[in-house]
């Protein structure tokens, strides 16, 4: 079974600042795709940024970024120049190739300080 | 992408009782799923639905408390039955879209109290 791994439940930044979440997972799957969501208080989904495994490089989306590595199975998340709206509950998931199943992480509570 | 629109957005119920919840998508999807979301914590996966056949429930998951309806392409209902407080949640739908169906949409979800 795949599981994801946040370790950190709550992060703080100051306004214009980098920040950079964590996120493991555990898997013995080749080929699968990771994510970040964003869920602000209005409770609504939004993907922010999403990695194929089969690719080497780390995707990026304006001032989103992932580091990816995969032999040590990791995927954390780095938000620059972070604005008061990245106020948020970041979930990190995962989903196998072929299987629509996402697996999601307990989730980081990120606030963004003015 | 999916538009997805969720009713209601949020409810207060009586223990005891079901609530079904509405999920219509703006486009033709073969899967639903739908998640619950317990306060502060994570999304877990209840079930996914495919148009025509019977929902495929996670561990921990069973038709009897959580029907659900696949009518058509586009719509999907989930009820939460025989309410007690610990079904107090958030419950979310979601469709896979996008280029090779990997990118997952959420509607705004619904927001149960059972008191």
């Known amino acids: 079974a795949q599981t994801v791994t946040q370790s950190q439940p709550e992060m703080s930044v100051q306004e214009a600042e980098t920040v950079t979440l964590s996120c493991t997972y555990d898997t013995s799957e080749s080929n699968y795709y990771l994510f970040w969501y964003k869920q602000p208080p209005s409770r609504q989904m939004i993907l922010v940024i999403r990695q194929e495994a089969y690719k080497q490089q780390n995707a990026t989306e304006n001032r989103f970024s992932v580091n990816f590595q995969k032999a040590a199975k990791s995927f954390s998340l780095k938000i620059s120049d972070s604005q008061l709206g990245d106020t948020a509950m970041y979930f990190c998931a995962f989903m196998k190739h072929n299987n629509n199943d996402m697996r999601f992480g307990a989730g980081t509570r990120l606030t963004v300080k003015p | ?115």
Not at chain 2, 67 to 91: A, G, K, Q
């Open chain 2, 1 to 115: 992408s999916a538009v997805i629109s969720q009713k209601p957005s949020r409810d207060i119920c009586q223990r005891g009782t079901s609530l079904t919840i509405q999920c219509q998508v703006d486009s033709q999807v073969t899967m639903m799923f739908w998640y619950r979301q317990q306060p502060g914590q994570s999304l877990t996966l209840i079930a996914t639905a495919n148009q025509g056949s019977e929902a495929t429930y996670e561990s921990g998951f069973v038709i009897d408390k959580f029907p659900i309806s696949r009518p058509n392409l586009t719509f999907s209902t989930l009820t939460v039955s025989n309410m007690s407080p610990e079904d107090s949640s958030i419950y979310l739908c979601s469709v896979e879209s996008g280029r090779r169906n990997t990118e997952a949409f959420f509607g705004q979800g619904t927001r149960l109290t059972v008191v």
